[in-house]
């Protein structure tokens, strides 16, 4: 099984976080490539972290603690070597692998009072959708998926703009995008029968 050196985890792990809070840098666009010198890396006094999660982890699963971590907004190396860190890797790894029957959990739960105030903006509060995702009652993979097919990002960037919290989201939901793969034909047409079955009036 092949590894990383400690300066390829701190490589990686550079890209992923400048991926992630960085709005103009993409992490497949760019290849993973990140200018960080092997001398600036040994000059750092964590190191040692680095080393730790290169000897831990081959390189796709270390993108993918990386990436589960920097959902749970956990940007410093020193934070990722606790027991934290690595649930936060495990609840992750289970949501992937029961990817559409997670899904489809959460779209029943959003839609429940109905499909139209799920996702109708407010002046005193957040979204149906918003608030449930807040409220850790859906994942940020539902949150991404729905938005595939219903678009509700761009509207709440619009009506939340210079808003404390939801752009922090909207940034999440556009950075993680790119690392969800699934079956889109089947994912659509759960959300259309979820639709049908919850609607109170159309909406979308």
Not at 111 to 132: K, M, W
Not at 143 to 159: G, S, T
Request: charged share 30%; proline share 2%.
């Amino acid at each position: 099984m092949k590894h990383f050196t400690g300066y390829g985890s701190y490589q990686l792990f550079l890209a992923l976080r400048t991926h992630f809070t960085n709005a103009k840098y993409d992490f497949f666009r760019m290849h993973g490539k990140l200018r960080a010198s092997k001398d600036a890396y040994n000059r750092r006094n964590d190191r040692l972290f680095f080393e730790k999660l290169a000897k831990a982890y081959d390189p796709e699963l270390l993108r993918d603690f990386y990436v589960s971590n920097f959902l749970e907004d956990k940007q410093y190396v020193t934070d990722l070597l606790d027991d934290s860190a690595t649930n936060n890797f495990i609840r992750y790894q289970s949501r992937r692998q029961a990817l559409t029957y997670n899904v489809a959990k959460d779209i029943d739960t959003v839609l429940s009072n109905g499909s139209c105030e799920a996702f109708r903006t407010h002046n005193d509060q957040y979204p149906g959708v918003l608030i449930l995702y807040l409220q850790r009652r859906i994942s940020i993979e539902s949150l991404v998926i729905m938005n595939d097919f219903i678009k509700f990002a761009n509207k709440f960037d619009k009506y939340y703009d210079g808003d404390v919290i939801w752009p922090k989201i909207s940034m999440k939901i556009d950075k993680y995008r790119p690392f969800l793969k699934y079956d889109k034909d089947k994912m659509k047409h759960i959300l259309k029968e979820k639709v049908n079955e919850n609607s109170r009036g159309k909406c979308f």
